[in-house]
């Protein structure tokens, strides 16, 4: 097994991985970083969404050795204490409904907003595209996307 250096959440960490061990399992079974989920396993679903140097990846498709170099961060590094803009959208708007997908959902929405400050639905809509929820609370996602590009407006964009 190679042993690789994977950036995490500002950290590095020594992993012997299989050259074919999706990041998923390196994070989850290796790091012990639970908060990004398996549910489809074929990049479908985007509950696995990591960022990778600041873009929405599936980690479930993408093999952790070949993210060597590169700046990962999961659900549990983009705030600990719950303060991101997204984070807080998502809690005064009570979000989630089961919340399995909503660590990906977050995710991929914070990346929107680093790229589209004030995005309009269709805008919205596109960069969710490959987050599907199971308990359809898309009408509360979008909402929770449109208040955290509020919050981030009212910091001077800061994300």
């Excluded at 990778?52 to 170099?69: F, Q």
């Excluded at 399995?100 to 995005?119: D, T």
């Amino acid at each position: 097994m190679p042993e690789i250096t994977l950036r995490i959440n500002g950290a590095d960490h020594a992993l012997d991985v299989p050259s074919d061990m999706p990041l998923l399992w390196a994070l989850r079974d290796k790091l012990n970083l639970t908060g990004t989920k398996y549910s489809c396993g074929v990049g479908q679903c985007g509950t696995c969404t990591v960022l990778v140097d600041g873009k929405p990846v599936k980690s479930c498709r993408s093999k952790a050795v070949n993210l060597a170099g590169k700046e990962i961060t999961t659900i549990e590094g983009l705030s600990a204490d719950g303060s991101h803009p997204v984070q807080k959208a998502w809690h005064e708007l009570d979000v989630p409904q089961c919340g399995y997908c909503q660590g990906g959902q977050i995710l991929a929405a914070s990346a929107l907003l680093r790229e589209n400050p004030k995005p309009d639905d269709a805008a919205i809509d596109e960069a969710m595209s490959g987050n599907l929820c199971r308990c359809g609370t898309y009408v509360r996602i979008r909402q929770a996307i449109k208040l955290a590009a509020e919050y981030t407006s009212d910091k001077g964009g800061e994300l």
